[in-house]
């Protein structure tokens, strides 16, 4: 699994982006895919996670509502849209892949992307 995250810009505070995370491996859609996020002097924070079967979605509280995750496992890419954005979104965004779902820590996620700055300005 080798993930490639892009997607990422600067935008207003209202604004929407859409995060791509694109798999060069073979065994994509055998994994959950998680967004992620760390801002500046913060520890890296959950996001969402999809299941494999895109039927199963998780989001944290602070982006419930206006955030969207989905995957289409024939591209091996999984998106983060992210709608109503707020200056507080502002971090780099990083994609993931692990075998379980429902957890919100990183180290359960065994392949990382490299990483897509988000920048909301006010």
């Known amino acids: 699994v080798q993930l490639q995250a892009s997607g990422g810009g600067l935008v207003q505070a209202g604004g929407s982006l859409r995060l791509s995370c694109t798999d060069s491996?073979?065994?994509?859609?055998?994994?959950?895919m998680g967004w992620f996020r760390q801002a500046p002097g913060k520890e890296r924070e959950f996001v969402a996670a999809?299941?494999?079967?895109?039927?199963?979605?998780y989001y944290a509280d602070s982006v419930k509502g206006r955030f969207t995750i989905s995957r289409d496992n024939a591209k091996n890419t999984a998106y983060l849209q992210m709608n109503s954005l707020k200056p507080n979104d502002t971090a780099v965004y990083y994609c993931?892949?692990?075998?379980?779902?429902?957890?919100?820590?990183?180290?359960?996620?065994?392949?990382w992307g490299q990483g897509t700055q988000v920048t909301v300005s006010s």
């Open positions: 999809i299941k494999w079967s895109s039927r199963s979605t």
């Open positions: 491996g073979h065994i994509f859609s055998n994994y959950v």
């Open positions: 993931a892949a692990g075998p379980s779902f429902g957890t919100k820590a990183p180290y359960d996620y065994n392949y």
